[in-house]
T-cell receptor, first 109, second 114 residues
Framework: GEDVEQSLFLSVREGDSSVINCTYTDSSSTYLYWYKQEPGAGLQLLTYIFSNMDMKQDQRLTVLLNKKDKHLSLRIADTQTGDSAIYFCAESKGNKLVFGAGTILRVKS | EAGVAQSPRYKIIEKRQSVAFWCNPISGHATLYWYQQILGQGPKLLIQFQNNGVVDDSQLPKDRFSAERLKGVDSTLKIQPAKLEDSAVYLC????????????FGPGTRLLVL
């Protein structure tokens, strides 16, 4: 099965908060990441969290890490139509990143 | 600062043909990555270079895929011969060094094998 699992789809209204969830398998992962991919584009690093942290906040983005449950979440406050994209969770494994299959976020105006 | 450049952006070939993709990383970035992203999936690492040396090619199908980064700057990924299942987006990324959280991605090359 997938090393990193994410739900497939999330739909929210503009102005609401979005929460995208991810579970990973490697408890020794040093860093966990969130990337954003817009149609026809490459991946853009949004934020990352070091494994010894519980939370990281960066403007509208909040990352929560539950290391015991190997659960990572990304909260986007005041979601805008420009936030519509695919969001990928990734964990570090040795020298490489292992990505989930992505969560499609649709923002309705 | 210019981003990661890739060409071509799109390629359509028939199975058993050959194809090559080119990547120019951000200037000064020592580490270069090639990923394969199949529709509906996350990117999967194919090969990772540090300067002109290979760090990890464990997931590269070496019977048909090859990659090089001879001068430690730009890189070429080749598929010969292509199969239908190679249809995907091939993403190139670079980072200043082996610290993963600074990976910058190019726009990708979309390959369709008919």
């Amino acid at each position: 099965g997938e090393d990193v699992e994410q739900s497939l789809f999330l739909s929210v209204r503009e102005g609401d908060s979005s929460v995208i969830n991810c579970t990973y398998t490697d408890s020794s992962s040093t860093y966990l990441y969130w990337y954003k991919q817009e149609p026809g584009a490459g991946l853009q690093l949004l934020t990352y969290i070091f494994s010894n942290m519980d939370m990281k906040q960066d403007q509208r983005l909040t990352v929560l890490l539950n290391k015991k449950d190997k659960h990572l979440s990304l909260r986007i406050a005041d979601t805008q139509t420009g936030d519509s994209a695919i969001y990928f969770c990734a964990e570090s494994k040795g020298n490489k990143l292992v990505f989930g299959a992505g969560t499609i976020l649709r923002v309705k105006s | 600062e210019a981003g990661v450049a890739q060409s071509p952006r799109y390629k359509i070939i028939e199975k058993r043909q050959s194809v090559a993709f080119w990547c120019n990383p951000i200037s000064g970035h020592a580490t270069l990555y090639w990923y394969q992203q199949i529709l509906g999936q996350g990117p999967k690492l194919l090969i990772q270079f540090q300067n002109n040396g290979v760090v990890d090619d464990s997931q590269l199908p070496k019977d048909r895929f090859s990659a090089e980064r001879l001068k430690g700057v730009d890189s070429t990924l080749k598929i010969q011969p292509a199969k239908l299942e190679d249809s995907a987006v091939y993403l190139c990324a670079s980072s200043l060094d082996l610290r993963h959280y600074e990976q910058y991605f190019g726009p990708g090359t979309r390959l369709l094998v008919l």
